[in-house]
């Protein structure tokens, strides 16, 4: 069992950056692929990106590639997500997920994370 709290949202003017973070419970954390997706009113949840257990591997969606940037310390039982040059687009209330690593999982996908947090708002304004 996860338990994932986010916290750092909040309200920015365009261009403007804010780092997010995921704090989880357990004792296994380090075991899980963690992820980020983000729901803006009126709109399906979206994938924002990913990271492997270990921190090696990342994956953004392409509207966020090269402005936002996963990481996580494991010791510390946290995953950040830092946003840059953010958007009005970029509005929406974010999530983060843990996913048991499997070979056949789609990571990009909402069903294949088992834990979520309650999310963080983030409003970027114009």
């Known amino acids: 069992q996860v338990q994932l709290v986010e916290s750092g949202g909040g309200l920015v003017q365009a261009g403007g950056s804010l780092r997010l973070s995921c704090a989880a419970s357990?004792?296994?954390?380090?075991?899980?692929?963690m992820g980020w997706f983000r729901q803006a009113p009126g709109k399906e949840r979206e994938f924002v990106g990913t990271?492997?257990?270990?921190?090696?591997?990342?994956y953004y969606a392409d509207s966020v590639k090269g402005r936002f940037t996963i990481s996580r310390d494991n010791p510390k039982n946290t995953v950040y997500l830092q946003m840059n040059s953010l958007e009005p687009e970029d509005t929406a209330v974010y999530y983060c997920?843990?996913?048991?690593?499997?070979?056949?999982?789609?990571?990009?996908?909402?069903?294949?994370?088992?834990?979520w947090g309650r999310g963080t708002q983030v409003t970027v304004s114009s």
């Open positions: 990271i492997s257990w270990n921190g090696i591997s990342t």
């Open positions: 997920a843990a996913a048991r690593w499997s070979s056949s999982s789609d990571y990009t996908t909402g069903e294949a994370y088992g834990y």
């Open positions: 357990g004792r296994t954390f380090s075991s899980y692929t």
